[in-house]
């Protein structure tokens, strides 16, 4: 998979970068056969369009990519990147008056764009390669493409392939390819070790529930990130129709995305101690499932009345986050494909989430839209922490009367989060539509934004 830039030494093509207002400011310093062409093929510097320049022999001499006009910059990313596929075979150089986070966007795109889903099905590769411009750190957009692939990896791979154990073993991969450490507890003994919602919600699978614990570095400030990794959602004994049950291979798009945020964060070995933790399970019906109705208690202690089988994902979180609750942490942060309630709320795009501390909510509003890594900030309403408190029970896993259902899960899940700063992201983890560098399937969210945003939240 060809997410690297070309050999500084190799001889590469223009790929000159236009907008549409600037098309005629290019056309005036173009040779006239250029011109001509251009004018000719009707290339007008509209976003995603690309149009090879030939010399004399017919050989392609360079290309010219648009960006669209100014709503295009602000509707679209990646829009160099759509140009990829479409030029012909060599090493091309971008051309460009980007500087900053616009250049970053695009030489990143040029990577993403070269992202294959290739475990069942070989697909030919891009053949066009760039050559990092001057002025981004191409060693680091590497790093961050290849944590995107790795999400993307995790998230494409259907339950048969990517159950608890595999994704274990995806993390046991990860820590011994940068040094560091896991454990695992697994089955029964989530019992024996007070993980007592995993269990319940994982219990019913073929394939044992499990905690799965990495820990990396050891100075400077601690960062713990936990992942939803329920690798297939059936509802349980409330039991998903056929047609909402289709993508609940990718329930474990939180343990995905911050699998290949903590590759970003080792592989670039920033001055942190990481600590990610994923609750991985698959929630399943059996003569054993966990019933409506049932009430369990938490590693905190706190107990859950169950209104839904399917609304296992805070559950599973809810242990760990208490785990990562009884070590002190600078930040804590949960992902999670959590609730349909944030899809609908804004969409496949968008990463919702939520924070009590305005310093870091601002933080990552910003960084996210630096680095086109979009966000939202959601609010913890206290006034709807009546709404998850049944009465029967100290928390209520599933609120009757479907209104607010991102926030509540929310607020659940703060319950059990402790006294470090905390975060939490309600991700949807999958790409509707095709898009430059972001092909249908699975997609990180919100990783680029944390990363981007960690100095500033971390003192690093």
């Not at 207002?21 to 510097?45: I, K, M, S």
């Not at 360079?62 to 479409?86: E, K, M, P, S, Y």
């Not at 091309?92 to 992202?115: C, I, K, V």
């Not at 911050?258 to 003569?287: C, D, F, K, S, W």
Request: with cysteine.
């Amino acid at each position: 998979m060809p997410l690297r830039f070309a050999p500084a030494d190799e001889t590469a093509l223009p790929l000159h970068v236009v907008d549409t207002q600037g098309l005629d400011r290019w056309l005036d310093r173009a040779e006239p056969a250029h011109r001509a062409w251009v004018r000719a093929n009707g290339f007008t510097g509209a976003a995603d369009t690309v149009l090879v320049l030939p010399g004399p022999d017919g050989a392609p001499v360079g290309a010219i990519v648009g960006l669209g006009g100014a709503n295009d910059a602000r509707r679209r990313r990646f829009t160099v990147a759509a140009a990829r596929a479409n030029l012909p075979e060599g090493t091309w150089e971008l051309h460009t008056d980007m500087t900053g986070p616009a250049l970053d966007e695009a030489a990143l795109g040029w990577l993403l764009a070269g992202y294959r889903f290739e475990r069942y099905a070989k697909s030919a590769p891009p053949k066009a390669m760039l050559r990092a411009p001057d002025g981004v750190d191409a060693a680091r957009l590497e790093t961050i493409a290849k944590g995107e692939a790795l999400t993307r990896d995790l998230i494409n791979t259907p339950a048969s392939d990517m159950g608890p154990a595999a994704l274990e073993q995806a993390a046991r991969d990860l820590a011994a390819a940068h040094g560091a450490a896991v454990s695992v507890t697994t089955g029964d003994a989530l019992l024996t070790d007070n993980f007592p919602m995993i269990h319940a919600v994982g219990r019913a699978a073929a394939d044992a529930p499990r905690l799965i614990d990495m820990i990396w570095g050891d100075a400077g400030p601690t960062l713990t990130l936990v992942g939803k990794g329920v690798c297939f959602d059936t509802g349980g004994l409330n039991l998903k129709p056929g047609a909402s049950m289709a993508l609940m291979k990718k329930d474990m798009g939180g343990a995905a995305t911050v699998l290949g945020l903590a590759h970003m964060i080792m592989a670039q070995n920033l001055p942190l101690r990481l600590r990610v933790l994923i609750p991985a399970v698959e929630n399943a019906v059996a003569a054993n499932s966990f019933r409506p109705g049932d009430i369990l208690t938490a590693r905190n202690g706190l107990t859950v009345e169950i209104n839904n089988t399917d609304a296992e994902g805070r559950l599973v979180l809810a242990d760990a986050l208490a785990l990562a609750a009884e070590t002190p942490s600078d930040l804590t942060i949960s992902m999670a494909t959590l609730t349909g309630a944030a899809r609908v709320a804004v969409g496949p795009d968008l990463a919702p989430y939520y924070c009590d501390d305005d310093g870091i909510a601002d933080a990552l509003f910003h960084a996210g839209t630096q680095v086109r890594d979009p966000l939202w900030r959601m609010p913890f309403w206290d006034p709807y922490e009546t709404m998850i408190e049944p009465g029967i029970a100290d928390l209520d896993n599933a609120p009757s009367g479907g209104f607010a259902g991102s926030i509540t899960a929310a607020l659940f899940l703060r319950r059990f989060a402790g006294s470090a700063p905390y975060a939490h992201f309600d991700i949807y983890g999958w790409n509707p539509t095709p898009a430059p560098a972001r092909p249908k399937g699975g997609v990180g969210m919100g990783a680029r934004a944390i990363l981007q945003a960690l100095p500033g939240m971390l003192n690093l």
